[in-house]
């Protein structure tokens, strides 16, 4: 690729590892070694690293010889561009393709003989959660795969996919999708969308043969008529898994809205929790949870390139009943010291009572004594951590706790670490 022309306006651009036209790498924007400075949180708009310490690239189904075969890329370290070629092929002998009528009971029991799973375009309502305890297991999702678990007890404090205390599963492509959830009491909800681990177990993980996830779409709300849940999208028990290109989506939009805002309760408490060593995330957004909308507790993390939009709205303005009501949420909660946050984007963009209809008035989502977009427990973390960080309100003169005040919190001085809060240019 060539260079960015000029810097992205309002986020920033994030190229991880690339390559130039002539095949030789760009240099990073930020020296981690020899010259690594502080405070270079300030916004710049484009942002280059280094290649990825540990990355496999996505697997995908070819055909050779007039047969399809699943192909899965090799674990690279330090590899800039593509890879391709590298990797093992397997036969479709050894992959269970699924279809519209099958159970969650087959696919656990594919997996349980060591089969690949490839998930053909389809809504699935699971009966029961997917386990992967069986290490180097691919579950590739073809066209949205969707995965939705069934209002069933079986699924409350546990994950619609649960992968245990093993290696080099990789999941791709798999779309999985909040079910029913009547109110913000999340011992009645379903734990995560993907649990990767055992919270009871800690595993440390292999660095030589990491867990991935690619093109990842977790959602809660959007299609729904009645109120959905899940108390987390995704969370991480297991060190050295990496991901690529994550969307974890509280609904801001659905079928049933007043204005543009959704009416359907959609009680999410975060979007992401992570709470294992030498997790990397290569593409993260995540939207719209009612808690943090990403707790990370986990040492040497790493995210590059981050976009995150505060919820729209407390719900409907008459029925505070149904509000999931959290004092001092922020985006990005970071509780570990090693940490490496770039490319950030966070941000408030709707005050609801200027989008919704006359009537079904909405209230405007509020935190007291306003917004901070990070909240840091060791304040060196974000000074030496967070590089090319942007933090904006679509407006500055709405309410002052509807709105984004403190850039980055530190939790040990209960103070604003950082409050360079940008408005649209």
Not at 74 to 85: A, F, I, L
Not at 178 to 206: E, I
Not at 351 to 359: F, I, N, R, T
């Amino acid at each position: 690729m060539n260079p960015y022309p000029h810097p992205a306006g309002l986020g920033s651009y994030a190229a991880v590892g690339c390559v130039g036209p002539d095949e030789t790498s760009f240099s990073p924007s930020y020296d981690f070694k020899s010259k690594h400075l502080p405070w270079q949180s300030v916004h710049k708009g484009v942002t280059y690293t280094e290649p990825p310490s540990v990355f496999a690239e996505k697997p995908f189904i070819m055909i050779e010889q007039g047969e399809y075969k699943l192909r899965i890329p090799e674990v690279k370290r330090n590899h800039p561009g593509y890879d391709w070629q590298s990797g093992s092929t397997v036969g479709f002998d050894q992959v269970f393709v699924t279809n519209a009528n099958s159970t969650a009971k087959e696919m656990n029991a594919a997996i349980k003989q060591g089969l690949h799973l490839v998930l053909t375009p389809a809504v699935y309502y699971l009966e029961e959660p997917l386990v992967i305890d069986q290490p180097d297991i691919c579950i590739l999702g073809l066209g949205f795969a969707t995965l939705v678990p069934k209002n069933l007890d079986i699924f409350i404090g546990r994950g619609v996919i649960e992968v245990g205390s093993v290696d080099g599963v990789r999941l791709a492509g798999v779309f999985v999708q909040a079910g029913p959830l009547a109110s913000p009491d999340y011992s009645k909800a379903v734990k995560a969308l993907v649990r990767w681990g055992d919270p009871n177990r800690p595993y440390k993980g292999n660095r030589k043969n990491p867990g991935f996830m690619y093109d990842f779409i977790a959602r809660a709300g959007g299609p729904d008529v009645e109120p959905v849940g899940v108390d987390t999208m995704l969370e991480v028990n297991n060190g050295w898994v990496i991901t690529d290109n994550t969307w974890l989506w509280t609904a801001d939009h659905c079928v049933k809205s007043s204005g543009a805002l959704c009416i359907p309760q959609r009680y999410v408490r975060h979007c992401l929790v992570v709470n294992a060593d030498n997790v990397h995330m290569y593409g993260l957004m995540a939207e719209h949870s009612n808690d943090d909308i990403v707790v990370w507790n986990g040492e040497h993390g790493k995210t590059y390139f981050y976009q995150s939009e505060f919820k729209y709205t407390m719900g409907v303005h008459s029925e505070p009943h149904t509000w999931d009501h959290v004092p001092h949420a922020v985006s990005y909660r970071l509780n570990a010291e090693n940490h490496i946050a770039m490319a950030l984007g966070i941000y408030c963009v709707v005050l609801a009572e200027q989008v919704q209809d006359s009537a079904t008035p909405m209230a405007n989502v509020a935190m007291e004594g306003r917004l901070s977009a990070i909240a840091v427990a060791h304040e060196d973390a974000y000074v030496w951590g967070f590089k090319d960080v942007a933090t904006l309100n679509w407006n500055m003169d709405w309410p002052r706790d509807s709105k984004l005040g403190c850039k980055a919190w530190s939790l040990r001085s209960t103070a604003c670490l950082d409050s360079m809060v940008e408005a649209p240019r």
